[in-house]
């Protein structure tokens, strides 16, 4: 059987059509901008991993408590194929999902999904209120203060760092330049 492979057009509105929060929206743009980054420094399928990177949280704000089994039914409904699905589900491993993350694809939606929130918040904090002009090393500043974006947590970060087999700046570093591409879409665009 022909598996649907859902175009960008197809997660945005499913992505829209369980999220009416402009900033549930502006995280799923700031992941899909990070994993198609990602994607293309290592050759991989940057529309999959766009697209899947897009509606992660798909069933965050209607369905907290039941974050990433809701999105898996779901997707599953919508007629996505399995991969998609497990990989959108293994992002919660350890949180609210038992799916390990294993693939590339996996393993860097995990590590940046919370990333995409301390490297938004540090940029708002700056002086420009921009991702343009901020570095590795002003998130790893915020990084020490666990009271700033204390919801943020550092050791999924860690964890999704080591599963990559990357150092913390560099994967940092990754994420700002992924972010920097939607920076206006996301409200990092700065104060200019």
């Given at each position: 059987?022909?598996?649907h492979i859902p175009t960008r057009?197809?997660?945005?509105e499913i992505l829209c059509r369980y999220n009416e929060s402009d900033s549930l929206r502006r995280h799923a743009l700031a992941v899909e901008?990070?994993?198609?980054?990602?994607?293309?420094k290592r050759g991989?399928?940057?529309e999959m991993w766009g697209v899947i990177g897009l509606v992660h949280d798909l069933d965050y704000?209607?369905?907290?408590?039941?974050?990433?089994?809701?999105?898996?039914?779901?997707?599953?409904?919508a007629g996505w194929p399995e991969d998609y699905i497990r990989a959108v589900v293994s992002h919660g491993w350890g949180i609210c999902?038992?799916?390990?993350?294993?693939?590339?694809?996996e393993r860097?939606?995990?590590?940046?999904?919370?990333?995409t929130g301390l490297v938004a918040t540090s940029a708002l904090v700056r002086?420009?209120?921009?991702i343009l002009d901020m570095e590795a090393s002003s998130v790893k500043k915020k990084w020490k203060d666990k009271r700033f974006a204390a919801g943020v947590d550092r050791a999924v970060i860690k964890r999704g760092a080591e599963l990559l087999g990357a150092d913390l700046t560099s994967l940092i570093t990754d994420t700002i330049l992924g972010m920097r591409l939607v920076a206006r879409e996301i409200g990092l665009g700065g104060n200019a």
């Open positions: 059987m022909d598996t057009q197809e997660a945005w901008a990070v994993m198609r980054h990602m994607a293309r991989e399928d940057e704000e209607r369905y907290p408590e039941e974050h990433c089994r809701k999105s898996a039914e779901i997707l599953a409904a999902s038992d799916v390990e993350p294993l693939s590339p694809l860097t939606l995990y590590a940046v999904d919370e990333l002086p420009s209120k921009s």
